[in-house]
């Protein structure tokens, strides 16, 4: 009896496979277009509105009872996320997360479908905005997969959560999304599920690393301050920005003399502004950090090392106690490591190979990189969560920067092309396979 179900089973699984296969290259030219659309009008994290409204119409006509503007942030306005449910019997509930939002970067790719647009972050300040980390790929997978899932609901049963999730650039859209009672209004999942594209991965392959896979972010706000004065009299003052290069100098020994070197650890200052005039000296200097770990033992000894460092810089210069810096760890912009539950991890890496042919799957390293979506795994990991890494460069290019000894220019990059056609057919095939499978 036991080889008869499991063939039965691998049967089912073959068929789906093919009817899966078979909706998306018909689904694939206008999931492209979708695609070009998005990434000509992105929108920055905290304004996703008409990206929002795209996922949710097309959830709508897929079927799904749809919710938008979900979701609550710390100063009390309203996220633009999405959740589409469509239940189908009795089963497990899988949530299927995409991220929606784009970057403060000004496109250089020379695409016809390239951004043009610029607009106003939340500081009012006027900034050109593109999609550099393959949100317009990874919203464009979602929307595929949502058709596919409805229109194979006779091959499964349960419950899909489909959500378009607002502001992961600021890692701060799913705990906003949580603090609106996500599970409380539609269900707690059973299992979280979702992919990143990626041009360190060919179009055509997907990859998987279990357990911890990417860093946890800290995102860190620090002043020093100084004495302000006359650019020609320095000697009248303190300044202060001459002591913050002589911290941004410092606290890079933490990485490399604080830190047990086994254990992957950045401390990047990503901004620094201080003055106002050439020859005037300012009264502070502020810089934004950005630190990467995999523990709390790590994150607490850079924490600890950049507020030592601080105070150490600003009494070596004699500055009074009322002048010593402040360093601000901020809460609301940091996020845990993500980690991909291993049993999950095993059943979605299998469903994968099946889907896609073991040859196109492969086992990635942890990166350093962030993502905010195993926040929806809740604490302690009450939920798996398992986060797929989706091949995005074309392949004939990857290829020659690698026999260049170079890399193609990655995600946070005014340059960063993935390739459509491959890597969205490739993402709906697998995501939808793996939500297929988790159904039955």
């Known amino acids: 009896m036991k080889f008869v179900i499991l063939g039965f089973i691998l049967m089912a699984s073959t068929a789906m ?24 009008h992105p929108e920055l994290s905290h304004f996703e509105a008409n990206t929002s409204a795209l996922v ?17 942030y710390e ?12 239940k189908n ?7 299927v997360r995409g991220d929606m939002d784009a970057l403060p970067i000004v496109e250089e790719t020379g695409l016809s479908y390239a951004s043009h647009v610029t607009m106003k972050n939340k500081a009012g300040q006027e900034v050109g905005v593109m999609h550099a980390c393959g949100h317009d790929i990874h919203t464009t997978v979602l929307i595929g997969t ?58 055509g392959m997907m990859g998987l690393h279990p357990g911890a896979s990417q860093a946890g972010a800290s995102s860190v706000d620090v002043t020093i301050r100084g004495i302000g004065g006359h650019g020609a009299a320095p000697q009248a003052g303190r300044d202060p920005v001459v002591l913050a290069a002589m911290y941004v100098m410092q606290i890079q020994t933490i990485v490399s003399r604080e ?7 950045v401390v990047t200052v990503g901004d620094i502004h201080g003055g106002t005039k050439r020859n005037i000296i300012p009264d502070e200097v502020k810089l934004e950090l950005t630190v990467r ?70 086992e990635t390293a942890a990166v350093m990189p962030s993502e905010d979506v195993g926040v929806l795994g809740l604490p302690g990991h009450q939920i798996p969560v398992v986060y797929m890494s989706l091949g995005a460069a074309d392949p004939a290019k990857l ?25 969205i057919a490739t993402g709906v095939k697998a995501l939808t396979a793996v939500a297929l499978g988790l159904l039955q």
């Not at 078979?22 to 998005?38: D, H, Q, S």
């Not at 949710?56 to 609550?72: F, Q």
């Not at 100063?75 to 469509?86: H, M, Q």
């Open 17 to 40: 496979a093919q009817d899966v296969a078979a909706f998306e290259k018909a689904e694939l030219p206008g999931l492209v277009e979708t695609y070009k659309g998005i990434h000509a």
């Open 56 to 72: 949710a119409g097309e959830l709508r006509k897929a079927g799904y009872t749809v919710t938008d503007r979900v979701g609550v």
């Open 75 to 86: 100063d009390g306005s309203k996220a633009y996320g999405v959740v589409g449910i469509l």
């Open 89 to 95: 019997g009795a089963g497990p509930t899988v949530l």
């Open 146 to 203: 949502a058709r596919a899932l409805a229109a194979t609901k006779g091959q499964w049963h349960g419950t899909l959560m489909i959500v378009g999730q607002p502001s992961e650039e600021t890692v701060d859209g799913a705990r906003a999304m949580l603090a609106d009672h996500l599970y409380e209004r539609f269900g707690k999942p059973d299992v979280v599920i979702g992919l990143h594209d990626g041009v360190n991965i060919a179009a």
């Open 259 to 265: 830190e047990n070197p086994q254990e992957p650890v």
């Open 293 to 362: 770990t995999f523990s709390e033992k790590s994150r607490k000894i850079v924490l600890d090392g950049l507020r030592q460092m601080a105070i150490g810089v600003a009494t070596s210069a004699g500055l009074p106690p009322e002048k010593m810096p402040t360093v601000t760890v901020v809460e609301s912009e940091s996020t845990p490591e993500m980690y991909n539950d291993p049993a999950m991890s095993a059943k979605v890496k299998a469903l994968m190979e099946k889907t896609l042919g073991a040859d196109h799957v492969m």
């Open 399 to 423: 290829a020659a920067a690698r026999a260049a000894g170079k890399e193609l220019p990655g995600p946070h990059t005014s340059k960063f092309e993935p390739v459509p056609e491959p890597t």
